[in-house]
């Protein structure tokens, strides 16, 4: 499955910013999706994963209660929602498609090319 992220962009912080993701090639709904980043300088961490059907989702702690995930399997797409941004949420972000554990990079067979999110303090 091929990966499309977009949405990302320079926004003040305590703002809010929406990415999405975008597939096409195999069947969406066959994988979980997952959003991961990567600070400047950092590795790559888990953001947040939802389910193939979007049942159930997890969040990272530095995240939860300000972002939240989504999919639509009828668009072949997955969104992330961040709100109450803040500097620390300054990272390259990648989604990923996978059927392994939810948390390891490695985990995930197919990953978007990472869209750039930059707040501003």
């Known amino acids: 499955v091929q990966l499309q992220a977009s949405g990302g962009g320079l926004v003040q912080a305590g703002g809010s910013l929406r990415l999405s993701c975008e597939a096409s090639?195999?069947?969406?709904?066959?994988?979980?999706m997952a959003w991961f980043r990567q600070p400047p300088g950092k590795g790559r961490e888990f953001v947040t994963a939802?389910?193939?059907?979007?049942?159930?989702?997890m969040y990272a702690d530095s995240v939860k209660g300000r972002f939240t995930i989504s999919r639509d399997n009828a668009k072949n797409t997955v969104n992330l929602q961040m709100n109450s941004l803040s500097a620390d949420d300054t990272a390259v972000y990648y989604c990923?498609?996978?059927?392994?554990?939810?948390?390891?990079?490695?985990?995930?067979?197919?990953w978007g090319q990472g869209t750039l999110v930059t707040v501003s303090s």
């Open positions: 990923a498609a996978g059927t392994g554990s939810w948390y390891r990079v490695t985990e995930y067979d197919y």
């Open positions: 090639g195999r069947t969406f709904s066959w994988y979980d």
């Open positions: 939802i389910s193939r059907s979007g049942d159930s989702t």
